[in-house]
Protein backbone atom coordinates (compact mmCIF):
# COMPACT_ATOMS: atom_id res chain seq x y z
CA UNK A 1 0.00 0.00 0.00
CA UNK A 2 1.08 3.47 -0.99
CA UNK A 3 1.65 6.44 1.66
CA UNK A 4 -0.79 8.11 -0.57
CA UNK A 5 -3.52 4.86 -0.74
CA UNK A 6 -2.99 5.01 3.28
CA UNK A 7 -3.61 8.68 3.96
CA UNK A 8 -6.77 8.21 1.45
CA UNK A 9 -7.76 5.14 3.75
CA UNK A 10 -7.37 7.03 7.13
CA UNK A 11 -8.90 10.23 5.75
CA UNK A 12 -12.23 8.22 4.99
CA UNK A 13 -11.96 6.17 8.25
CA UNK A 14 -12.20 9.27 10.21
CA UNK A 15 -14.64 10.81 7.39
CA UNK A 16 -16.91 8.09 8.46
CA UNK A 17 -16.35 8.26 12.49
CA UNK A 18 -17.16 12.24 12.26
CA UNK A 19 -20.36 11.59 10.08
CA UNK A 20 -21.56 8.87 12.51
CA UNK A 21 -21.01 11.39 15.57
CA UNK A 22 -22.83 13.69 14.04
CA UNK A 23 -25.69 11.88 13.09
CA UNK A 24 -25.56 10.21 16.26
CA UNK A 25 -25.56 13.91 17.93
CA UNK A 26 -28.52 15.07 15.71
CA UNK A 27 -30.83 12.49 15.90
CA UNK A 28 -30.30 13.06 20.33
CA UNK A 29 -31.09 16.33 20.16
CA UNK A 30 -34.07 16.36 17.13
CA UNK A 31 -36.49 17.72 19.66
CA UNK A 32 -34.49 20.43 20.55
CA UNK A 33 -33.66 21.19 17.26
CA UNK A 34 -37.34 21.87 15.95
CA UNK A 35 -38.25 25.55 15.92
CA UNK A 36 -41.72 25.26 16.55
CA UNK A 37 -44.02 23.01 18.12
CA UNK A 38 -47.11 21.76 16.48
CA UNK A 39 -50.96 21.95 17.69
CA UNK A 40 -50.84 18.49 17.92
CA UNK A 41 -47.87 17.84 19.70
CA UNK A 42 -48.91 20.70 22.15
CA UNK A 43 -51.76 18.59 22.80
CA UNK A 44 -50.33 15.57 23.38
CA UNK A 45 -47.01 17.12 25.82
CA UNK A 46 -49.58 19.30 27.86
CA UNK A 47 -46.65 21.74 29.05
CA UNK A 48 -46.67 23.64 31.98
CA UNK A 49 -48.24 27.01 31.68
CA UNK A 50 -45.05 28.93 32.65
CA UNK A 51 -43.23 27.62 30.34
CA UNK A 52 -42.07 29.35 26.76
CA UNK A 53 -42.07 28.11 23.63
CA UNK A 54 -43.02 28.49 19.89
CA UNK A 55 -45.92 27.15 18.34
CA UNK A 56 -46.16 27.14 14.86
CA UNK A 57 -49.02 26.14 12.37
CA UNK A 58 -51.26 27.31 9.60
CA UNK A 59 -53.77 30.57 10.67
CA UNK A 60 -56.79 28.55 10.19
CA UNK A 61 -59.58 29.81 7.78
CA UNK A 62 -62.08 32.26 8.90
CA UNK A 63 -60.70 32.35 13.04
CA UNK A 64 -59.30 35.96 12.61
CA UNK A 65 -61.17 38.30 14.65
CA UNK A 66 -58.86 41.96 15.52
CA UNK A 67 -60.21 43.92 18.16
CA UNK A 68 -58.53 46.62 20.58
CA UNK A 69 -58.15 46.09 24.10
CA UNK A 70 -57.46 49.15 26.54
CA UNK A 71 -56.46 51.21 23.43
CA UNK A 72 -54.14 48.39 22.04
CA UNK A 73 -54.90 46.05 19.09
CA UNK A 74 -56.06 43.05 20.05
CA UNK A 75 -55.45 39.65 17.53
CA UNK A 76 -57.37 36.53 17.98
CA UNK A 77 -57.02 33.31 15.54
CA UNK A 78 -56.56 29.85 16.00
CA UNK A 79 -53.37 28.41 14.98
CA UNK A 80 -53.98 24.67 13.40
CA UNK A 81 -51.80 21.95 11.88
CA UNK A 82 -54.79 20.01 10.24
CA UNK A 83 -55.59 17.65 13.22
CA UNK A 84 -55.58 20.03 16.02
CA UNK A 85 -56.18 24.17 16.56
CA UNK A 86 -55.15 25.97 19.48
CA UNK A 87 -56.32 29.46 19.86
CA UNK A 88 -54.17 32.34 20.44
CA UNK A 89 -54.37 36.06 21.91
CA UNK A 90 -52.13 38.41 20.33
CA UNK A 91 -51.88 42.09 21.51
CA UNK A 92 -49.42 44.04 19.27
CA UNK A 93 -48.60 44.89 15.48
CA UNK A 94 -48.76 41.73 13.35
CA UNK A 95 -46.65 41.10 9.99
CA UNK A 96 -47.15 42.35 6.82
CA UNK A 97 -47.91 38.62 5.67
CA UNK A 98 -50.34 37.82 8.32
CA UNK A 99 -53.67 36.31 6.87
CA UNK A 100 -56.15 33.31 7.64
CA UNK A 101 -53.90 30.23 5.68
CA UNK A 102 -50.85 31.62 6.29
CA UNK A 103 -48.26 29.79 7.87
CA UNK A 104 -47.16 31.38 11.22
CA UNK A 105 -44.90 30.97 14.22
CA UNK A 106 -46.36 32.40 17.61
CA UNK A 107 -43.88 32.62 20.48
CA UNK A 108 -45.62 32.57 24.48
CA UNK A 109 -46.85 30.37 26.76
CA UNK A 110 -50.32 28.22 27.00
CA UNK A 111 -52.67 29.32 29.52
CA UNK A 112 -54.57 27.20 31.58
CA UNK A 113 -57.56 27.65 30.03
CA UNK A 114 -55.92 26.61 26.52
CA UNK A 115 -55.58 29.62 25.08
CA UNK A 116 -51.95 30.40 24.18
CA UNK A 117 -50.91 33.63 24.76
CA UNK A 118 -48.30 34.96 22.07
CA UNK A 119 -45.82 37.61 22.80
CA UNK A 120 -44.16 37.76 19.24
CA UNK A 121 -45.66 36.67 15.98
CA UNK A 122 -43.58 35.71 13.20
CA UNK A 123 -45.08 35.30 9.59
CA UNK A 124 -43.69 32.15 8.10
CA UNK A 125 -43.89 32.19 4.25
CA UNK A 126 -43.79 29.21 1.87
CA UNK A 127 -41.03 27.75 -0.67
CA UNK A 128 -43.50 29.66 -3.85
CA UNK A 129 -42.67 32.54 -5.63
CA UNK A 130 -45.32 33.57 -7.98
CA UNK A 131 -46.29 37.48 -9.95
CA UNK A 132 -49.88 38.74 -8.20
CA UNK A 133 -51.76 38.20 -11.93
CA UNK A 134 -51.10 34.68 -11.86
CA UNK A 135 -52.16 34.03 -8.07
CA UNK A 136 -55.31 36.11 -9.33
CA UNK A 137 -55.60 34.39 -12.59
CA UNK A 138 -55.85 30.76 -10.11
CA UNK A 139 -57.90 32.25 -7.80
CA UNK A 140 -60.73 33.56 -10.33
CA UNK A 141 -60.44 29.94 -12.34
CA UNK A 142 -61.25 28.66 -8.68
CA UNK A 143 -58.15 26.55 -8.58
CA UNK A 144 -56.39 27.68 -5.47
CA UNK A 145 -58.21 29.36 -2.70
CA UNK A 146 -55.22 30.65 -0.48
CA UNK A 147 -56.71 30.96 2.48
CA UNK A 148 -57.51 26.71 2.74
CA UNK A 149 -53.90 25.69 1.46
CA UNK A 150 -50.81 25.66 -0.51
CA UNK A 151 -51.02 26.58 -4.53
CA UNK A 152 -51.87 23.14 -6.96
CA UNK A 153 -48.50 22.03 -8.39
CA UNK A 154 -46.37 24.51 -10.09
CA UNK A 155 -46.14 22.88 -13.42
CA UNK A 156 -49.61 24.08 -13.75
CA UNK A 157 -49.29 27.69 -13.39
CA UNK A 158 -45.31 28.62 -13.63
CA UNK A 159 -45.30 28.96 -17.40
CA UNK A 160 -48.63 31.15 -17.25
CA UNK A 161 -48.32 33.46 -19.91
CA UNK A 162 -48.76 37.07 -17.20
CA UNK A 163 -52.10 38.87 -17.99
CA UNK A 164 -51.74 42.74 -19.66
CA UNK A 165 -52.58 44.05 -16.09
CA UNK A 166 -49.36 42.96 -14.89
CA UNK A 167 -47.68 46.59 -15.20
CA UNK A 168 -50.57 47.71 -13.31
CA UNK A 169 -50.21 45.26 -10.51
CA UNK A 170 -46.70 45.51 -9.88
CA UNK A 171 -47.35 49.15 -8.51
CA UNK A 172 -49.62 47.94 -6.22
CA UNK A 173 -48.32 44.51 -5.56
CA UNK B 1 6.86 16.45 4.36
CA UNK B 2 9.52 17.46 2.57
CA UNK B 3 10.88 14.56 1.00
CA UNK B 4 7.29 13.54 -0.11
CA UNK B 5 6.04 16.60 -1.85
CA UNK B 6 9.66 17.02 -3.76
CA UNK B 7 9.52 13.31 -4.89
CA UNK B 8 5.72 13.01 -5.99
CA UNK B 9 4.59 14.97 -8.57
CA UNK B 10 5.92 13.88 -12.19
CA UNK B 11 5.73 17.09 -14.09
CA UNK B 12 7.39 19.31 -11.15
CA UNK B 13 10.67 20.51 -12.41
CA UNK B 14 13.41 21.84 -9.83
CA UNK B 15 16.03 24.18 -11.06
CA UNK B 16 19.06 22.80 -10.26
CA UNK B 17 20.14 26.42 -8.21
CA UNK B 18 17.02 26.18 -6.16
CA UNK B 19 16.84 22.40 -5.09
CA UNK B 20 18.51 23.51 -1.71
CA UNK B 21 15.73 25.05 -0.77
CA UNK B 22 12.94 22.28 -1.00
CA UNK B 23 12.32 22.85 2.68
CA UNK B 24 11.82 26.30 2.55
CA UNK B 25 9.56 26.31 -0.25
CA UNK B 26 8.37 23.47 -2.39
CA UNK B 27 7.41 25.71 -5.38
CA UNK B 28 10.37 27.28 -5.36
CA UNK B 29 11.26 25.76 -8.69
CA UNK B 30 9.16 28.50 -9.79
CA UNK B 31 12.57 30.66 -10.04
CA UNK B 32 12.82 29.05 -13.29
CA UNK B 33 9.41 27.66 -14.81
CA UNK B 34 10.81 25.56 -17.67
CA UNK B 35 8.19 23.36 -19.49
CA UNK B 36 8.04 19.70 -18.06
CA UNK B 37 9.04 17.44 -20.32
CA UNK B 38 6.98 14.45 -19.04
CA UNK B 39 3.66 15.99 -17.90
CA UNK B 40 2.85 14.61 -14.31
CA UNK B 41 -0.53 12.18 -14.10
CA UNK B 42 -4.31 13.54 -13.29
CA UNK B 43 -4.27 17.02 -11.35
CA UNK B 44 -0.74 16.91 -10.62
CA UNK B 45 -0.08 18.58 -14.35
CA UNK B 46 -1.45 21.44 -12.12
CA UNK B 47 1.27 20.94 -9.78
CA UNK B 48 3.54 22.67 -12.36
CA UNK B 49 2.96 26.48 -11.55
CA UNK B 50 4.01 27.51 -14.66
CA UNK B 51 1.50 25.53 -16.49
CA UNK B 52 -1.00 26.82 -13.66
CA UNK B 53 -0.19 30.05 -14.31
CA UNK B 54 -0.35 29.97 -18.07
CA UNK B 55 -3.82 28.20 -17.77
CA UNK B 56 -5.16 30.55 -15.37
CA UNK B 57 -4.04 33.75 -17.13
CA UNK B 58 -5.70 32.55 -20.06
CA UNK B 59 -8.78 31.88 -18.31
CA UNK B 60 -8.85 34.96 -15.96
CA UNK B 61 -10.41 37.45 -18.78
CA UNK B 62 -13.13 34.95 -19.50
CA UNK B 63 -14.33 34.47 -15.52
CA UNK B 64 -14.05 38.26 -14.80
CA UNK B 65 -15.87 39.77 -17.70
CA UNK B 66 -18.53 36.51 -17.85
CA UNK B 67 -19.18 37.02 -13.87
CA UNK B 68 -19.43 40.75 -13.90
CA UNK B 69 -21.55 40.94 -17.35
CA UNK B 70 -23.76 37.79 -16.11
CA UNK B 71 -24.24 39.26 -12.33
CA UNK B 72 -25.14 42.46 -14.00
CA UNK B 73 -27.86 41.33 -16.19
CA UNK B 74 -29.29 38.99 -13.96
CA UNK B 75 -29.84 41.61 -11.20
CA UNK B 76 -31.03 44.45 -13.55
CA UNK B 77 -33.44 41.84 -14.69
CA UNK B 78 -34.36 40.66 -11.19
CA UNK B 79 -34.24 43.63 -9.52
CA UNK B 80 -36.22 46.13 -12.08
CA UNK B 81 -37.77 43.70 -14.85
CA UNK B 82 -39.07 40.67 -12.82
CA UNK B 83 -42.52 40.74 -11.38
CA UNK B 84 -43.26 41.48 -8.15
CA UNK B 85 -44.39 38.27 -5.91
CA UNK B 86 -47.70 37.78 -5.16
CA UNK B 87 -47.82 38.20 -1.11
CA UNK B 88 -44.29 39.40 -0.73
CA UNK B 89 -44.36 42.26 -3.11
CA UNK B 90 -40.96 43.90 -4.27
CA UNK B 91 -39.13 42.39 -1.15
CA UNK B 92 -39.20 39.06 -3.00
CA UNK B 93 -36.33 41.12 -5.46
CA UNK B 94 -33.75 40.67 -2.05
CA UNK B 95 -33.95 36.85 -3.45
CA UNK B 96 -31.70 37.94 -6.82
CA UNK B 97 -28.92 38.75 -4.06
CA UNK B 98 -29.43 36.44 -1.43
CA UNK B 99 -30.15 33.06 -3.16
CA UNK B 100 -27.23 32.64 -5.44
CA UNK B 101 -24.42 33.74 -2.63
CA UNK B 102 -25.98 31.16 -0.33
CA UNK B 103 -26.12 28.65 -2.74
CA UNK B 104 -22.35 29.59 -3.63
CA UNK B 105 -21.61 30.10 0.00
CA UNK B 106 -22.05 26.08 0.08
CA UNK B 107 -20.63 25.05 -3.07
CA UNK B 108 -17.30 27.18 -2.42
CA UNK B 109 -16.92 25.03 1.17
CA UNK B 110 -16.91 22.07 -1.42
CA UNK B 111 -14.64 22.97 -3.05
CA UNK B 112 -12.67 24.37 -0.01
CA UNK B 113 -12.91 20.33 1.31
CA UNK B 114 -11.96 19.03 -2.19
CA UNK B 115 -8.62 21.37 -1.93
CA UNK B 116 -8.00 19.97 1.55
CA UNK B 117 -8.30 16.17 0.37
CA UNK B 118 -5.84 17.11 -2.49
CA UNK B 119 -3.67 18.74 0.35
CA UNK B 120 -4.03 15.90 2.76
CA UNK B 121 -4.10 12.84 0.53
CA UNK B 122 -1.67 13.70 -2.51
CA UNK B 123 0.40 16.41 -1.13
CA UNK B 124 -1.04 19.18 -4.20
CA UNK B 125 0.99 22.09 -3.77
CA UNK B 126 -1.60 24.68 -5.09
CA UNK B 127 -4.44 22.60 -3.59
CA UNK B 128 -2.91 24.04 -0.66
CA UNK B 129 -2.60 28.00 -1.82
CA UNK B 130 -5.83 27.41 -3.72
CA UNK B 131 -7.54 26.61 0.10
CA UNK B 132 -6.06 29.48 1.56
CA UNK B 133 -7.54 31.69 -1.38
CA UNK B 134 -10.90 30.02 -1.42
CA UNK B 135 -11.60 31.11 2.41
CA UNK B 136 -11.80 34.61 2.28
CA UNK B 137 -13.80 34.43 -0.65
CA UNK B 138 -16.39 32.04 0.32
CA UNK B 139 -16.50 34.07 3.96
CA UNK B 140 -17.60 36.97 1.85
CA UNK B 141 -20.24 35.56 -0.05
CA UNK B 142 -21.66 33.21 3.31
CA UNK B 143 -21.33 37.04 5.16
CA UNK B 144 -23.56 38.48 1.66
CA UNK B 145 -26.49 35.48 2.03
CA UNK B 146 -26.57 36.46 6.06
CA UNK B 147 -26.62 40.62 6.21
CA UNK B 148 -29.76 39.86 2.82
CA UNK B 149 -31.27 37.52 4.73
CA UNK B 150 -31.48 39.43 7.38
CA UNK B 151 -32.98 42.22 5.24
CA UNK B 152 -35.24 39.93 3.44
CA UNK B 153 -36.36 38.42 7.02
CA UNK B 154 -37.37 41.75 8.94
CA UNK B 155 -40.03 43.03 6.63
CA UNK B 156 -41.33 39.28 5.35
CA UNK B 157 -41.02 37.17 9.22
CA UNK B 158 -41.00 39.90 11.25
CA UNK B 159 -37.27 39.47 12.91
CA UNK B 160 -33.99 40.28 11.83
CA UNK B 161 -32.90 36.76 13.25
CA UNK B 162 -34.41 33.55 14.55
CA UNK B 163 -32.41 30.65 16.42
CA UNK B 164 -34.30 28.27 13.52
CA UNK B 165 -31.97 25.39 11.94
CA UNK B 166 -30.98 27.03 8.72
CA UNK B 167 -29.75 30.18 9.97
CA UNK B 168 -27.58 28.83 12.67
CA UNK B 169 -26.29 25.74 10.44
CA UNK B 170 -25.41 28.89 8.06
CA UNK B 171 -23.89 31.19 10.66
CA UNK B 172 -22.08 27.94 11.58
CA UNK B 173 -20.91 27.94 8.28
CA UNK B 174 -19.27 31.46 8.45
CA UNK B 175 -17.12 30.51 11.63
CA UNK B 176 -15.82 27.65 9.92
CA UNK B 177 -14.79 29.88 6.92
CA UNK B 178 -13.34 32.74 9.51
CA UNK B 179 -11.70 29.44 11.74
CA UNK B 180 -10.10 28.64 8.46
CA UNK B 181 -8.82 31.53 7.43
CA UNK B 182 -7.46 32.36 11.10
CA UNK B 183 -6.08 28.61 11.37
CA UNK B 184 -4.47 28.14 8.21
CA UNK B 185 -2.17 31.56 8.29
CA UNK B 186 -1.43 30.45 12.23
CA UNK B 187 1.90 28.97 12.01
CA UNK B 188 5.07 30.00 10.84
CA UNK B 189 5.38 27.00 8.73
CA UNK B 190 3.06 26.76 6.54
CA UNK B 191 2.80 23.49 5.77
CA UNK B 192 1.53 23.17 9.49
CA UNK B 193 -1.19 25.73 8.97
CA UNK B 194 -1.79 23.78 5.29
CA UNK B 195 -2.07 20.79 7.28
CA UNK B 196 -4.46 22.41 9.86
CA UNK B 197 -6.75 23.95 7.44
CA UNK B 198 -7.14 20.72 5.57
CA UNK B 199 -8.22 19.03 8.59
CA UNK B 200 -10.38 21.87 9.97
CA UNK B 201 -12.30 22.45 6.53
CA UNK B 202 -12.80 18.33 6.28
CA UNK B 203 -14.40 18.16 9.79
CA UNK B 204 -16.88 21.00 8.47
CA UNK B 205 -18.15 19.19 5.87
CA UNK B 206 -20.52 17.41 7.79
CA UNK B 207 -22.57 20.84 7.99
CA UNK B 208 -23.09 20.85 4.08
CA UNK B 209 -25.83 18.24 4.46
CA UNK B 210 -27.13 19.77 7.71
CA UNK B 211 -27.32 23.13 5.74
CA UNK B 212 -29.14 21.68 2.80
CA UNK B 213 -31.73 19.38 4.76
CA UNK B 214 -32.61 21.64 7.71
CA UNK B 215 -35.39 22.64 6.46
CA UNK B 216 -36.62 18.88 5.72
CA UNK B 217 -35.15 17.41 8.67
CA UNK B 218 -36.92 20.15 11.42
CA UNK B 219 -39.46 22.58 11.37
CA UNK B 220 -37.97 26.09 10.87
CA UNK B 221 -39.08 29.24 9.73
CA UNK B 222 -37.01 28.70 6.89
CA UNK B 223 -39.32 27.81 3.98
CA UNK B 224 -37.93 24.39 2.10
CA UNK B 225 -35.98 24.29 -1.08
CA UNK B 226 -38.28 25.99 -4.02
CA UNK B 227 -36.05 24.17 -6.59
CA UNK B 228 -35.73 20.90 -6.63
CA UNK B 229 -34.37 18.17 -8.77
CA UNK B 230 -37.83 15.57 -8.32
CA UNK B 231 -40.50 18.71 -9.09
CA UNK B 232 -41.06 21.40 -11.34
CA UNK B 233 -39.62 24.70 -9.38
CA UNK B 234 -42.20 25.94 -7.22
CA UNK B 235 -41.76 29.56 -8.62
CA UNK B 236 -42.57 31.48 -11.72
CA UNK B 237 -40.82 31.23 -14.92
CA UNK B 238 -40.04 34.62 -15.04
CA UNK B 239 -38.79 34.84 -11.72
CA UNK B 240 -36.26 31.35 -12.29
CA UNK B 241 -34.70 32.73 -15.38
CA UNK B 242 -33.06 35.97 -13.79
CA UNK B 243 -32.14 34.16 -10.61
CA UNK B 244 -30.21 31.46 -12.60
CA UNK B 245 -28.40 33.93 -14.23
CA UNK B 246 -27.60 35.58 -11.35
CA UNK B 247 -26.33 31.87 -9.90
CA UNK B 248 -24.34 32.12 -13.10
CA UNK B 249 -22.63 35.17 -12.48
CA UNK B 250 -21.95 34.50 -8.96
CA UNK B 251 -20.45 31.25 -9.74
CA UNK B 252 -18.03 33.22 -12.66
CA UNK B 253 -17.66 35.57 -10.34
CA UNK B 254 -16.76 33.58 -7.28
CA UNK B 255 -14.33 31.76 -9.68
CA UNK B 256 -12.75 34.68 -11.26
CA UNK B 257 -11.87 35.65 -7.34
CA UNK B 258 -10.10 32.77 -6.42
CA UNK B 259 -8.02 32.32 -9.66
CA UNK B 260 -6.93 35.71 -9.79
CA UNK B 261 -6.09 35.45 -5.62
CA UNK B 262 -4.18 31.73 -6.18
CA UNK B 263 -2.30 33.27 -9.02
CA UNK B 264 -1.15 35.78 -6.73
CA UNK B 265 -0.27 33.52 -4.14
CA UNK B 266 1.66 31.56 -6.88
CA UNK B 267 3.72 34.86 -7.97
CA UNK B 268 4.15 35.86 -4.11
CA UNK B 269 6.11 32.50 -3.76
CA UNK B 270 8.40 32.76 -6.90
CA UNK B 271 9.21 36.42 -5.91
CA UNK B 272 9.71 35.04 -2.22
CA UNK B 273 11.56 32.15 -3.27
CA UNK B 274 13.76 34.37 -5.89
CA UNK B 275 15.12 36.68 -2.92
CA UNK B 276 15.88 33.94 -0.59
CA UNK B 277 18.02 32.42 -3.30
CA UNK B 278 19.69 36.00 -4.03
CA UNK B 279 20.27 36.30 -0.08
CA UNK B 280 21.79 32.76 -0.24
CA UNK B 281 23.74 33.80 -2.80
CA UNK B 282 25.02 36.76 -1.68
CA UNK B 283 25.62 35.26 1.86
CA UNK B 284 27.80 32.78 0.23
CA UNK B 285 29.80 34.98 -1.66
CA UNK B 286 30.44 37.29 1.88
CA UNK B 287 31.63 33.98 3.00
CA UNK B 288 33.93 32.93 0.13
CA UNK B 289 35.24 37.03 0.04
CA UNK B 290 36.20 35.58 4.27
Known sequence: MTRKRRRLYWLLACGLGVGSAAALALSAFRDNLVFFVLPSDLAAQHPGPDRTLRLGGLVAEGSVMRGSEDGHPLARFRITDGRDAVPVTFSGILPDLFREGQGVVALGTLGRDGVFHAAEVLAKHDETYMPKDVAEALKQKGLWNPKAGPPPPASTWNTLAPAKAGAATKAGG | ?290
Open chain 2, 1 to 290: MTAESSASPGGFEMAPGAAMFRSVDALSSLAAPVPPKAPGRGLHRFANPGRFLRLAGALQPWLTAGGLILTAAGLVWGLVFAPADWQQGDAVRIMYVHVPAAWLASAGYLALAVCSVLSLVWRHPLADLAAAEIGPVGAAFTGICLATGSLWGKPMWGAWWVWDARLTSVLVLFFLYLGHIALIRAFDDPTRGYRAGAILALVGVVNLPIIKFSVDWWNTLHQPATISLTGAPSMYLGMLWPLALTALGYTLVFAALVTARTRAAVMERRIRALLMAAAAREDGAVQVAA
